[in-house]
């Protein structure tokens, strides 16, 4: 995930979850730190399933048996902006066009804990719902999970390596840092088709 001085956008730079439009979707993330900028570029996380819980019962109710459509073609499509911008930095413009269909409350694989599985960066509808109606619903979850009580700010420094579940968070590399490089390694980690 290299960032140069001169370039204006980040890869990342929006909140998501790694890969939500696979059937079987990256079970986590793992970044290392090999050059930061000398203020900027933290890492914002967001809990999934503490803004589950958090919802009220009749939401929850409400989305529990749900599904979303997930698809990657509006970012890194070749008619995408953001893939016009960005460039030859996006190195798996052949997998563009992915999607997949998940439920909107996860049962976490491993633990059985619950939690929201949409994200505003890869999210685009509510299964069998009104267009309006599904765009409607998914704002109002993200605006729920958009409060700081849910999210972690890291800040990074070299020699930093921080791992997440993808299954139950969301990330957002912030972009404010121009003029300087920022440069992690970043590896994917290989997950299990979600029910």
């Known amino acids: 995930m290299l960032k140069e001085p001169d370039q204006q956008l980040n890869i990342g730079g929006g909140w998501h979850t790694d890969h939500s439009y696979d059937q079987a979707p990256a079970m986590g993330s793992i970044l290392y730190a090999l050059e930061i900028p000398p203020s900027g570029g933290d890492t914002l996380f967001a809990g999934m399933a503490a803004a589950y ?8 109710d409400r989305i529990k048996d749900l599904k979303a459509r997930h698809g990657n073609a509006h970012v890194f499509g070749e008619e995408s ?51 309006d109606e599904s765009q409607a619903l998914l704002q109002q979850l993200y605006d729920h999970i958009m409060q700081d009580r849910f999210h972690y700010r890291h800040k990074w420094r070299e020699g930093d390596l921080a791992m997440w579940d993808n299954r139950s968070t969301w990330h957002y590399a912030l972009n404010d840092y121009q003029g300087h490089r920022r440069y992690l390694n970043r590896i994917t980690i290989e997950g299990v088709a979600l029910t």
Not at 53 to 60: F, I, N, R, V
Not at 89 to 107: M, S
Not at 109 to 117: A, F, H, I, M
């Open 53 to 60: 819980d958090a919802l009220d019962d009749e939401m929850k």
């Open 81 to 131: 902006a953001y893939r016009k911008a960005i460039g030859d930095r996006y190195t798996n413009a052949d997998q563009a066009g992915q999607r997949a269909i998940h439920p909107v409350v996860l049962a976490h694989p491993e633990t059985g804990v619950k939690g929201l599985y949409v994200n505003p960066g890869f999210t685009l509808e509510i299964v069998d719902m009104d267009p």
